[in-house]
């Protein structure tokens, strides 16, 4: 699969030992950074993260900040991004499945390498469903975007 992956300076670390898992699984992984631990801005690693699953350059993002709470509400200000961060395996499946979920979001501060592995897995195994709850639920939030963006979404 191509994926993104990006994080402020709080999430430097896990962005990198998450690059570096994903590599090893095969994936083909894009690096928008940060690359140190410098300090720089959650909104343009969220925003870097969400245009390259926008422009097809990544099937899916991973993004990381301090809590994740800032990089989630801000790669969700991009149309068609649906991002969340998760810090238990039900959520980063059931957000794909039920939801479309196309960026995991974790916080770098809140969990450790081995739960962000599990959630990393749970995230990539997983496959929106299309069940017709889960259609119409969908289509709603993007009928949302629409009402206050003028612009339709996929």
């Known amino acids: 699969m191509k994926l993104v992956i990006g994080s402020d300076h709080a ?3 896990l962005k990198n030992a998450m690059g570096d898992l994903l590599r090893g699984l095969g994936h083909a992984v894009l690096d928008v950074g940060a690359f140190n631990t410098n300090p720089s801005d959650y909104p343009d690693f969220a925003e870097a993260v969400g245009r390259a699953v926008l422009d097809g350059k990544a099937e899916r993002g991973v993004l990381i900040c301090g809590s994740g709470v800032g990089a989630s509400v801000a790669a969700n200000k991009l149309i068609g991004v649906r991002a969340a ?3 238990d395996t039900y959520s ?3 957000g794909v499945e ?3 979920m196309n960026v995991l979001v ?3 501060r809140v969990i450790g390498e081995l739960v962000a592995l599990e959630l990393v897995t749970a995230f990539l195994n997983s496959k929106y469903s299309g069940e017709e709850r889960h259609q119409r ?4 939030v ?3 975007e629409k009402r206050y963006t003028g612009k339709e979404t996929k």
Do not use: T
């Open 85 to 87: 961060v998760c810090h």
């Open 98 to 100: 039920h939801d479309d």
């Open 11 to 13: 999430g430097f670390e």
């Open 106 to 108: 974790m916080g770098g």
């Open 92 to 94: 980063a499946h059931q």
């Open 142 to 144: 993007i009928a949302i």
């Open 137 to 140: 639920r969908l289509q709603k």
